[in-house]
């Protein structure tokens, strides 16, 4: 009885594993066609008047693709060019039915002229910025009178007794009134998004008979960075490509205005593992302004140039990339080495995300340049903004490095920092959402 059960079971296991069989043989002609229709997109976002035709899937010569729109401009079922602005849509077909459709917007043709070059940066913050405490030496013995006023590292300082406070120098007078009249000062500070009212009461400090506040407060900022693109029609451009924040606080700095000048980079402290390398480079504040800073964003620092700048490599307007279109594999970088004078070096994009929302980090990129990695060993500070070309397109900047590894990095994608000079850049999707 066993044995004919144990008969019966082995049959029941040869059916099965031929029908899986069977499955398998007739399922794989379907594999490749369904691959394929997976592949394709339901929105692209193309340029007007592009030389590239719209990336899209062909599916074989049972299926083809049409539009009617005049927006679009067929070269056959396969092959569409974008030529006005607007939304349209291409329908994939066969047999004559429609069987996927591709919403397709088509934006003005966005140029920028690339940067390369090393440029001087000088903040002026909002108001006066709070960078730390000290205690003074008064007749009730050490006080520091901004701490028990409950005024923190990283506050902003924007009026006092009612009057608004641009820079320290503005400070002192209202100390020493208030001192001499033994009244307190009523404080008006910017914490994160929030504003706060608070007194004050300064101390006279019995080694400098002079009245004090207790707190160490900083007005302005300077650095180095590199410049990332600017527009040639309204001389917008943007730089750094991540946000300047203070060094002791580690916020960002809230600024009031800005102006970047010509740096000269002088030499390069190589980066190592856990040591990332840097740029030295020197600049004056009062050498002459090549432009305005008007935003300090997470995507970089933002203003007009008083004229156009060259860099001598690629000075005409050049199309963008928008992040899907970027590529894992070989880019160029433009950034400055030695003097002011601008190179270019080759880099491999390892992973490029592509981004519905603004978003930092986009991309990693590796240094594969000899040239470059025997000089700094790799990305270094100062090369922030150092702009991203990739087929002829500007596709984004970079901007930080790993610390672990000096030879590769992040990128962010160029149509964020772009939006920061207040060119909208919006899909087919995001407009039937706003509409």
């Known amino acids: 009885m066993r044995r004919v059960n144990r008969v019966k079971d082995h049959r029941k296991m040869r059916l099965l594993t031929g029908i899986l069989l069977l499955i398998t043989v007739l399922a794989v002609p379907f594999i490749a066609p369904v691959n394929h229709y997976l592949s394709i997109p339901n929105q692209v976002v193309a340029f007007d008047n592009a030389s590239e035709p719209i990336d899209i899937p062909a599916l074989g010569n049972n299926v083809s693709v049409a539009s009617s729109d005049k927006s679009l401009q067929a070269i056959d079922s396969t092959e569409f060019y974008a030529k006005e602005t607007g939304n349209s849509e291409l329908i994939y077909q066969a047999a004559g039915l429609p069987i996927k459709k591709v919403d397709v917007s088509v934006l003005e043709d966005i140029r920028v002229v690339p940067g390369g070059q090393s440029i001087g940066v000088q903040l002026h913050t909002l108001g006066v910025l709070v960078v730390g405490h000290h205690q003074i030496e008064g007749e009730d013995g050490m006080i520091s009178p901004g701490e028990d006023a409950n005024i923190q590292v990283g506050d902003v300082i924007l009026e006092i007794n009612g009057e608004k406070v641009k820079e320290m120098k503005d400070v002192k007078p209202f100390v020493e009134e208030a001192g001499k009249e033994n009244k307190p000062l009523d404080i008006t500070l910017k914490r994160d998004n929030e504003t706060i009212e608070t007194t004050l009461d300064p101390i006279k400090d019995n080694n400098e008979e002079e009245y004090r506040i207790g707190l160490y ?219």
């Open 217 to 435: 407060i900083r007005d302005s900022a300077a650095g180095i960075g590199t410049m990332t693109f600017y527009d040639p029609e309204t001389k917008n451009y943007g730089a750094l490509g991540h946000v300047i924040s203070d060094m002791d606080t580690q916020k960002p700095i809230e600024i009031h205005n800005g102006s970047i000048v010509r740096s000269n980079v002088t030499s390069i402290e190589k980066g190592n593992h856990g040591t990332p390398g840097e740029k030295q480079a020197k600049f004056s504040v009062n050498d002459k302004k090549i432009g305005t800073i008007s935003k300090n964003s997470p995507f970089g620092v933002f203003g007009q140039l008083n004229k156009k700048i060259s860099n001598g490599k690629y000075d005409e307007p050049m199309p963008i990339a928008l992040s899907h279109e970027v590529k894992e594999g070989p880019a160029k970088i433009l950034t400055v080495l030695d003097g002011e004078e601008v190179e270019e070096f080759d880099v491999k994009v390892v992973s490029s995300v592509p981004q519905k929302v603004p978003a930092k980090k986009g991309m990693v990129i590796q240094v594969t340049d000899d040239e470059l990695l025997n000089k700094t060993g790799g990305i270094v500070q100062g090369m922030s903004g150092s702009p991203i070309i990739q087929d002829g397109k500007v596709i984004g900047a970079v901007t930080h490095v790993f610390v672990n590894d000096p030879t590769s990095g992040y990128g962010v994608h160029i149509e964020w920092m772009l939006q920061e000079t207040g060119i909208e850049i919006k899909d087919s999707a995001d407009q039937k959402e706003a509409s």
